[in-house]
């Protein structure tokens, strides 16, 4: 498909100095314009679930379409009771739901923006007894299995997703979004992995994607002509026996001529083994996907997945295929992202380092959705940095993700601030973590820090470790204690050797490490550091090698777009041990552990629980087990990295409170058990609000 034309000026010429012309240009559907080309991609907050969460999800999705987003769409909502994604989870199946549902389009549309509902249902996903899917196949995710739906029940269903359209119509929505992809229900129809059947709905290609083509044919036919119709299209299931590329090409014509609007990419299963959307994921990895796809089509295709800044947008865009960007984390992260990107001010962008942390782990455990850079994300309602009555002279003490936030949040809300660190950069842990292969978007992090606390107008002491004398006499009203964490350094005989070092050391400070290395620790630093081992100390994975150790191809034939992973060995021969004797990383991310577990054993990491440490000496490190001390045994190492937690440093607290000086302690410095950034800049924006 040819590229649209960028932004024109007054005279009708494009402006080639429009910052990031094809990403701000309109886009005529024929029947409307989205005002730019940013989708905000659907993501589960969990205020759907419950009615009297609407004013807040209202207020959450208005300063999203105030933030300059052309088109957003909506956390799933079943279109029938056996879709729910949990027992009464959301659904929109009567017209008093949709009545109420005027608040959040109207919060939306006034301010300029348009919204669409996703219409989810969740076939064998549903964690529920009583749910369906196109054959009786339970999901290794989910212990229920499903009943396979007969062909009334098909029938049925189809009419249930034109209804739950026309409700979101009444309810003032401008279209909606037809999930058809992350293997929930309509995916379970179209991938042989899921589907059985060997009636008109199951067997053939043909078969196997009738029920979504139904569905978008009706439903257009419902709604009518000038109301927008997504469709969520799974552009590479990424599980064994999934769709062929022919497949889902095929399924795209047949949606383009039932009367879709759009198609979305989707990418991947949940119950993929493929990483798709965490940090160590490549920007716009699954990009050509997309773009494959719109040189099949004549409507609109939007890339997803990964696309965090608006560059990176920008080059997809440009190279003329897909005509629109969809991005979720993003905009929680930032809900002025669009905003900042057309006023040219992408450095002061609060990037989505893509952690999951605080939005997708919560969502798989139930928990409402927030972001852990931007903890107002979800809570627009109750976390309000407004202008400050009383104007105050804040120190703040320790620039890593606490001290950052607080910073920042009590300079925007007009206090006078000083921030001290006593090293050469801001960031505390994150920078370290910014040198962890497949953590380098947490550089982003700090390069939002720091240009946000230089507009903000906070004074940056570097190089500064600030004493209790300086801050009492140095007339502040108030101090907060944000000194962050020093590594543990645990009493086993010998942990002075020379072989032995921090992970601070190591990675901070760049010390060497031989070729044999024993980490000391599995939590989550342990985890990073036998990553950061395993990898040799150059610039991150490019997509085609990324590509290549997890088995993703292009290959048209490949179903599932799937082929067997080619894993670049470790330079080094590396043992995690814990003292433990639960499973190592056990303790990780929800939606990222997994990829973290997977990445130690393709990497042939050394896993040991339930060790003890006996002593470290020229032979190695020896250890033993249980609590006998059986099978003593040496591991002939060169390094030793400690990764043994951590303890706070609260060094200034006692002098403070003595001298009668407003203290706050906040962050590592509070808490030092294992490192928690979710925590410290919820803590950082929540003490701002309150000062």
């Not at 105030?66 to 929109?92: F, H, M």
């Not at 989707?266 to 050509?288: K, L, M, N």
């Given at each position: 498909?040819?590229?649209?034309?960028?932004?024109?000026?007054?005279?009708?010429?494009?402006?080639?100095?429009?910052?990031?012309?094809?990403?701000?240009?309109?886009?005529?559907?024929?029947?409307?314009?989205l005002?730019?080309?940013?989708?905000?991609?659907?993501?589960?907050?969990?205020?759907?679930?419950?009615?009297?969460?609407?004013?807040?999800?209202?207020?959450?999705?208005?300063?999203?379409?105030?933030?300059?987003?052309?088109?957003?769409?909506?956390?799933?909502?079943?279109?029938?009771?056996?879709?729910?994604?949990?027992?009464l989870?959301?659904?929109?199946?009567?017209?008093?739901?949709?009545?109420?549902?005027?608040?959040?389009?109207?919060?939306?549309?006034?301010?300029g923006?348009?919204?669409?509902?996703?219409?989810l249902h969740?076939?064998?996903?549903?964690?529920?007894?009583?749910?369906?899917?196109?054959?009786?196949?339970?999901?290794?995710?989910?212990?229920?299995?499903?009943?396979a739906?007969?062909?009334?029940?098909?029938?049925?269903?189809?009419?249930?997703?034109?209804?739950?359209?026309?409700?979101?119509?009444?309810?003032?929505y401008?279209?909606?979004?037809?999930?058809?992809?992350?293997?929930?229900?309509?995916?379970?129809?179209?991938?042989?992995?899921?589907?059985?059947?060997?009636?008109?709905?199951?067997?053939?290609?043909?078969?196997?994607?009738?029920?979504?083509v139904?569905?978008?044919?009706?439903?257009?036919?419902?709604?009518?002509?000038?109301?927008?119709?997504?469709?969520?299209?799974?552009?590479a299931?990424?599980?064994?026996?999934?769709?062929?590329?022919?497949?889902?090409?095929?399924?795209?014509?047949?949606?383009?001529?039932?009367?879709?609007?759009?198609l979305?990419?989707?990418?991947?299963?949940?119950?993929?083994?493929?990483?798709?959307?965490?940090?160590?994921?490549?920007?716009?990895?699954?990009?050509?996907?997309?773009?494959?796809?719109?040189?099949?089509?004549?409507?609109?295709?939007c890339?997803?997945?990964?696309?965090?800044m608006?560059?990176?947008?920008?080059?997809?865009?440009?190279?003329?295929?897909?005509?629109?960007?969809?991005?979720?984390?993003?905009?929680?992260?930032?809900?002025?992202?669009?905003?900042?990107?057309?006023?040219?001010?992408?450095?002061?962008?609060?990037?989505?380092?893509a952690?999951?942390?605080?939005?997708?782990?919560?969502?798989?455990?139930?928990?409402?959705v927030?972001?852990l850079?931007?903890?107002?994300?979800?809570?627009?309602?109750?976390?309000?940095?407004?202008?400050?009555?009383?104007?105050?002279?804040?120190?703040?003490?320790?620039?890593g993700?606490?001290?950052?936030?607080?910073?920042?949040?009590?300079a925007?809300?007009?206090?006078?601030?000083?921030?001290?660190?006593?090293?050469?950069?801001i960031?505390?842990?994150?920078?370290?973590?910014?040198?962890?292969?497949?953590?380098?978007?947490?550089?982003?992090?700090?390069?939002?820090?720091?240009?946000?606390?230089?507009?903000?107008?906070?004074?940056?002491?570097?190089?500064?470790?600030?004493?209790?004398?300086?801050?009492?006499?140095?007339?502040?009203?108030?101090?907060?204690?944000?000194?962050?964490v020093?590594?543990?350094?645990?009493?086993i005989?010998?942990?002075?050797?020379p072989?032995?070092?921090?992970?601070?050391?190591?990675?901070?400070?760049?010390?060497?490490?031989g070729?044999?290395?024993?980490?000391?620790?599995?939590?989550?630093i342990?985890?990073?550091?036998?990553?950061?081992?395993?990898?040799?100390?150059?610039?991150?994975?490019?997509?085609?090698?990324?590509?290549r150790?997890w088995?993703?191809t292009?290959?048209?034939?490949?179903?599932?777009?799937?082929?067997?992973?080619?894993?670049?060995?470790?330079?080094?021969?590396?043992?995690?041990?814990?003292?433990?004797?639960?499973?190592i990383?056990?303790?990780?991310?929800?939606?990222?552990?997994?990829?973290?577990?997977?990445?130690?054993?393709?990497?042939?990491?050394?896993q040991?629980?339930?060790?003890?440490?006996?002593?470290?000496?020229?032979?190695?490190?020896?250890?033993?087990?249980?609590?006998?001390?059986?099978?003593?045994?040496?591991?002939?190492?060169d390094?030793?990295?400690?990764?043994?937690?951590?303890?706070?440093?609260?060094?200034?607290e006692?002098?403070l409170?003595?001298?009668?000086?407003?203290?706050?302690v906040?962050g590592g410095?509070?808490?030092?058990?294992?490192?928690?950034?979710?925590?410290?800049?919820?803590?950082?924006?929540?003490?701002?609000?309150?000062l």
């Amino acid at each position: 498909m040819p590229s649209d034309p960028v932004p024109a000026t007054p005279t009708g010429r494009p402006s080639v100095t429009a910052p990031y012309p094809h990403l701000l240009s309109p886009l005529d559907l024929g029947f409307t314009t989205l005002r730019n080309r940013v989708v905000m991609g659907s993501m589960h907050t969990g205020l759907e679930d419950r009615t009297r969460d609407v004013p807040k999800l209202a207020a959450y999705f208005a300063e999203r379409a105030r933030g300059g987003v052309g088109l957003i769409v909506t956390g799933g909502y079943a279109p029938n009771r056996t879709g729910w994604l949990l027992p009464l989870g959301a659904d929109l199946i009567t017209r008093r739901q949709a009545t109420r549902h005027r608040e959040i389009t109207d919060a939306v549309h006034a301010e300029g923006g348009k919204i669409a509902l996703q219409i989810l249902h969740a076939g064998r996903y549903s964690y529920q007894p009583l749910s369906v899917s196109a054959s009786s196949i339970k999901a290794p995710i989910n212990p229920f299995r499903p009943r396979a739906l007969t062909r009334r029940g098909i029938e049925t269903t189809i009419d249930d997703y034109v209804r739950c359209a026309r409700l979101a119509k009444e309810a003032g929505y401008d279209g909606v979004e037809i999930m058809g992809g992350e293997g929930y229900f309509l995916n379970q129809f179209l991938a042989p992995r899921t589907n059985r059947r060997t009636d008109e709905w199951g067997g053939s290609a043909e078969n196997r994607r009738r029920i979504a083509v139904e569905i978008v044919r009706r439903t257009r036919a419902a709604v009518g002509e000038r109301f927008i119709i997504l469709f969520r299209l799974s552009m590479a299931d990424l599980v064994e026996n999934g769709q062929t590329w022919s497949e889902i090409v095929d399924l795209a014509r047949e949606l383009e001529n039932a009367g879709t609007t759009i198609l979305n990419t989707d990418i991947g299963w949940h119950e993929s083994r493929v990483p798709t959307i965490v940090t160590s994921v490549p920007r716009a990895a699954f990009a050509e996907f997309s773009e494959r796809l719109a040189s099949e089509v004549r409507i609109p295709v939007c890339a997803s997945n990964r696309i965090n800044m608006p560059e990176t947008a920008e080059d997809i865009l440009a190279r003329g295929a897909v005509q629109l960007i969809s991005a979720a984390r993003p905009l929680l992260a930032d809900p002025d992202w669009v905003n900042k990107a057309a006023a040219d001010r992408g450095d002061e962008i609060n990037t989505c380092i893509a952690c999951n942390q605080a939005c997708l782990d919560h969502a798989f455990a139930n928990k409402p959705v927030s972001c852990l850079l931007n903890p107002r994300a979800g809570r627009e309602t109750e976390l309000v940095l407004g202008p400050t009555r009383r104007r105050k002279s804040i120190a703040v003490v320790g620039a890593g993700p606490a001290g950052l936030s607080a910073a920042l949040g009590l300079a925007q809300r007009g206090h006078e601030v000083n921030l001290f660190e006593a090293g050469g950069e801001i960031g505390g842990q994150f920078a370290i973590a910014r040198r962890i292969p497949g953590k380098e978007e947490f550089a982003e992090t700090i390069r939002y820090y720091t240009r946000s606390l230089e507009v903000a107008g906070v004074k940056v002491h570097l190089h500064t470790r600030v004493d209790a004398a300086t801050l009492i006499d140095g007339g502040h009203d108030e101090v907060v204690l944000a000194t962050g964490v020093t590594p543990r350094i645990p009493a086993i005989d010998g942990i002075d050797h020379p072989s032995v070092l921090s992970y601070a050391e190591l990675v901070r400070e760049g010390k060497p490490a031989g070729e044999r290395v024993a980490v000391i620790g599995a939590g989550g630093i342990g985890v990073d550091i036998s990553e950061y081992l395993t990898h040799a100390q150059s610039p991150a994975l490019d997509l085609a090698e990324w590509n290549r150790e997890w088995g993703v191809t292009h290959d048209e034939a490949a179903a599932g777009a799937l082929t067997e992973p080619i894993v670049t060995p470790s330079p080094r021969r590396v043992y995690l041990l814990q003292r433990k004797s639960t499973p190592i990383g056990a303790g990780l991310g929800k939606t990222s552990g997994w990829v973290h577990r997977a990445a130690l054993k393709k990497k042939g990491v050394h896993q040991l629980s339930g060790v003890n440490y006996e002593r470290i000496d020229d032979e190695g490190l020896h250890i033993s087990f249980g609590e006998k001390r059986e099978r003593p045994q040496t591991i002939a190492v060169d390094t030793v990295v400690v990764c043994a937690g951590q303890e706070p440093v609260r060094e200034l607290e006692s002098a403070l409170i003595a001298a009668g000086m407003p203290l706050h302690v906040i962050g590592g410095a509070d808490v030092a058990a294992e490192l928690d950034a979710k925590r410290a800049i919820d803590q950082g924006t929540r003490l701002a609000a309150t000062l």
